[in-house]
């Protein structure tokens, strides 16, 4: 069910993308804004791993270095069924983790230094399958697809606008053309916003059940997740200079809590819901 929920959705991003296309330059636009869409999607299927690596200024840890965190994540990806992934270490205070990588023959699972200093090895474990679970789902490609459409939208969107305001195309319809191109440029991100935030979401539930399976014990998670959201309300300010928003929907914890309306675009779900329903499925393994 979540993976039909998240084709037809990228399927609408991707209509919004080319009607953005088709604005700026009629069925050719359409045509052109395809390929475009093509071309960085497979930039992002190939490059977005290493530039969120990068972006934190991650290193990977040698197993002499931490032999524990490395059992623990291969005794996990087992679990999973996949290889185990590379670890790498972000030198953030923010207590997070997440997880990259095109397939999970090349992932990469990344905890902060924050998040070792808060976190027993148990609620660690919890965490860590739940990045597991995100490469065992292909969430990570899915993610960085519709972060690369949901940015194009909006930069074609506007470009649709200006076109139309200073220049002609084949199936300009004069004033009302102006108006739906600058309708689009206000509603078109907006719904590329909501559609990003839905992927994101439903992609979470999804990873806290599998990966309540794969460590075979929610609550552990589930008490990660409390001493998280935690941190995120206390460190507000540092998480501000140390995260990008643009790659926040990969964190495991929405890092950057702002106000009550700008928490209705959060890309994660309530943490108190999905605390909720870890609490749930423990009880119904029987692990409370």
Same mark, same amino acid.
């Given at each position: 069910?979540?993976?039909?929920?998240?084709?037809?959705?990228?399927?609408?991003?991707?209509?919004?993308?080319?009607?953005?296309?088709?604005?700026?330059?009629?069925?050719?636009?359409?045509?052109?804004?395809?390929?475009?869409?093509?071309?960085?999607?497979?930039?992002?299927?190939?490059?977005?791993?290493?530039?969120?690596?990068?972006?934190? #200024?991650?290193?990977?840890?040698?197993?002499?270095? %931490?032999?524990?965190? *490395?059992?623990?994540?291969?005794?996990?990806?087992?679990?999973?069924?996949?290889?185990?992934?590379?670890?790498?270490?972000?030198?953030?205070?923010?207590?997070?983790?997440? %997880?990259?990588?095109? =397939?999970?023959? =090349?992932?990469?699972?990344?905890?902060?230094?924050?998040?070792?200093?808060?976190?027993?090895?148990?609620?660690?474990?919890?965490?860590?399958?739940?990045?597991?679970?995100?490469?065992?789902?292909?969430?990570?490609?899915?993610?960085?697809?519709?972060?690369?459409?949901? +940015?194009?939208?909006?930069?074609?969107?506007?470009?649709?606008?200006?076109? =139309?305001?200073?220049?002609?195309?084949?199936?300009?319809?004069?004033?009302?053309?102006?108006? +739906?191109?600058?309708?689009?440029?206000?509603?078109?991100?907006?719904?590329?916003?909501?559609?990003?935030?839905?992927?994101?979401?439903?992609?979470?539930?999804? %990873?806290?059940?599998?990966?309540?399976?794969?460590?075979?014990?929610?609550?552990?998670?589930?008490?990660?997740?409390?001493?998280?959201?935690?941190?995120?309300?206390?460190?507000?300010?540092?998480?501000?200079?140390?995260?990008?928003?643009?790659?926040? *929907?990969?964190?495991?914890?929405?890092?950057? #809590?702002?106000?009550?309306?700008?928490?209705?675009?959060?890309?994660?779900?309530?943490?108190?819901?999905?605390?909720?329903?870890?609490?749930?499925?423990?009880?119904?393994? +029987?692990?409370?």
């Amino acid at each position: 069910m979540h993976t039909i929920k998240t084709v037809l959705l990228l399927g609408v991003l991707t209509g919004l993308f080319l009607m953005a296309g088709k604005l700026i330059g009629g069925q050719t636009g359409m045509i052109i804004a395809f390929f475009f869409a093509m071309a960085m999607n497979f930039f992002a299927y190939w490059f977005s791993d290493k530039m969120a690596l990068k972006m934190y #200024k991650a290193k990977e840890i040698p197993y002499e270095e %931490a032999p524990w965190l *490395h059992d623990m994540v291969a005794e996990l990806a087992r679990n999973a069924g996949i290889p185990k992934p590379r670890v790498y270490l972000a030198p953030m205070d923010i207590p997070n983790a997440f %997880a990259t990588g095109r =397939n999970p023959k =090349n992932a990469v699972v990344a905890v902060t230094s924050g998040i070792l200093n808060i976190l027993s090895p148990d609620e660690l474990r919890g965490v860590l399958a739940h990045e597991i679970a995100h490469i065992k789902n292909r969430d990570i490609l899915i993610s960085s697809i519709a972060a690369t459409i949901g +940015g194009a939208i909006s930069m074609i969107a506007e470009m649709a606008f200006w076109s =139309n305001l200073f220049g002609n195309n084949e199936e300009d319809n004069g004033i009302g053309g102006l108006i +739906g191109s600058l309708l689009l440029m206000i509603l078109a991100p907006i719904a590329a916003l909501i559609i990003q935030m839905a992927i994101s979401r439903s992609r979470e539930y999804a %990873a806290d059940a599998t990966g309540a399976e794969i460590c075979r014990c929610p609550m552990s998670l589930a008490k990660a997740l409390e001493k998280l959201e935690m941190a995120a309300q206390q460190l507000s300010p540092v998480a501000s200079r140390e995260v990008n928003p643009g790659t926040a *929907h990969m964190m495991i914890v929405n890092p950057l #809590k702002g106000t009550s309306i700008a928490s209705l675009f959060s890309t994660h779900p309530p943490t108190q819901e999905r605390i909720r329903r870890l609490y749930e499925l423990a009880r119904r393994m +029987g692990t409370v």
